[in-house]
């Protein structure tokens, strides 16, 4: 990959950066009188870049670089559609499994596995990441780097911070994608990636790049787009950065003895323990010796359960998301030659819609469980505070939000 160079006719186009729009309202309607059927205004672009600009330039961003990457910006319209449609927080766990777990995508795994198996065992001395999580969020993000994405980085950026999309987080992302540009630490016509401006093999955001990727193979350059033993260095050191513990599996789905009360324990308890409780591993292997899990039911009592440590945590700071983080554990799991799921997934059950997940959230944040914001998502606060008001109310205590919480809630 070589270095930027801005062409001519990107330095070329010009920005309105502080024109205002005309208004076209020859008689002004009098104060606080909304037309009718008005609709949210649209947000102002030019506003938009000009304050963009002024910020780009206190953190060293040239005019060259900034006409260069939004000079011809105008927002699309796609994206903002796409962050409501994020599978991994709307279908159901088994059915992002089946599409994620497919066996085009196991061969596709299991040839580069091999293809790369010197410098994955390298990666992994150097950083203590389990090459097989490295395969499975290679995997994920862009099936072996078959699909990085097609989407502008800049445009998607800088739609997502038009919008204010998750407050300031995309502006952030934005300014630092610039000062890559402005750095020389990529070429204009490789930024393009995800709708959320993610990019490379391993899909990094402008942060993640500047903070964790690396030089892997030593050419002076952390090339995450084309050097496939770079991506997957950085993502190790990404890993390593937020607490990977090297030889700590991320979980493994377990056996409940019968007549558990899962009411009993609370947060991470030692392999020893749960062995002494009488679990198992569904595959017939024993616990491990060391380290410390916590019991987790996906899709409730009806479906299979799991023991998941830290490591599986670090996996979720790379997408907080569940259902992503089995999905990178168990593709990385079967690319190395590991079995399917032992216990059936709950296809059948009637799930709680969006909105009464909303209403449980608020529900258990009047009850004092201290959740944050409500957002339909449930999480391990939300887990944690759906179990202790299943114990409360003689249910079973798995964490799943159901309807027959909810409705105990309702009495209330």
Not at 192 to 212: C, D, E, L, N, V
């Amino acid at each position: 990959m070589r270095r930027i160079g801005l062409t001519r006719l990107a330095i070329a186009t010009s920005l309105a950066l502080a024109k205002p729009a005309i208004g076209m309202e020859q008689h002004p309607r009098p104060r606080n009188q909304a037309p009718a059927n008005a609709q949210p205004a649209a947000p102002d672009v030019q506003a938009f870049l000009a304050s963009l600009w002024n910020e780009a330039r206190q953190r060293g961003i040239s005019r060259e670089t900034f006409r260069a990457a939004l000079g011809s910006f105008t927002p699309d319209p796609s994206i903002i559609a796409l962050t409501k449609k994020q599978s991994e927080f709307v279908q159901p766990i088994w059915s992002y499994l089946d599409n994620a777990i497919s066996e085009s995508r196991l061969t596709r795994g299991r040839s580069a596995g091999e293809r790369f198996a010197g410098e994955l065992a390298a990666i992994e001395r150097k950083y203590g990441v389990d090459r097989r999580i490295l395969l499975g969020i290679w995997g994920m993000e862009t099936n072996f780097g078959s699909f990085t994405g097609e989407k502008d980085v800049f445009r998607s950026l800088a739609t997502l911070a038009l919008h204010r999309y998750r407050d300031d987080f995309f502006r952030d992302e934005l300014l630092v994608a610039l000062k890559m540009l402005e750095d020389g630490l990529a070429d204009r016509s490789a930024m393009r990636g995800s709708w959320a401006g993610a990019m490379g093999q391993t899909q990094f955001m402008p942060s993640s790049f500047m903070k964790y990727a690396v030089d892997h193979d030593g050419d002076g350059m952390r090339d995450l787009w084309e050097n496939i033993p770079d991506a997957l260095a950085s993502t190790a050191n990404y890993l390593a950065s937020f607490g990977w513990q090297p030889g700590l599996p991320w979980g493994m789905e377990v056996n409940v003895p019968d007549g558990f009360n899962l009411g009993s324990v609370e947060g991470m308890q030692e392999f020893s323990s749960w062995a002494a409780a009488g679990f198992t591993r569904a595959n017939g292997s024993a616990l491990p010796r060391n380290g410390k899990a916590t019991l987790w039911y996906p899709a409730g009592i009806r479906g299979p359960a799991f023991l998941v440590t830290e490591n599986y945590r670090v996996i979720k700071r790379y997408n907080s998301s569940d259902a992503y983080a089995l999905a990178v554990a168990h593709l990385g799991d079967r690319i190395a030659g590991g079995g399917s799921f032992r216990a059936d997934w709950p296809r059948n059950d009637k799930r709680l819609s969006p909105a009464e997940v909303k209403e449980l959230q608020r529900r258990l944040i009047a009850l004092g469980h201290p959740l944050g914001k409500v957002d339909g998502r449930i999480g391990e606060l939300s887990r944690e505070a759906i179990r202790r008001q299943q114990a409360r109310h003689g249910l079973p205590a798995d964490g799943y939000p159901t309807l027959a919480l909810l409705q105990k809630l309702r009495q209330k």
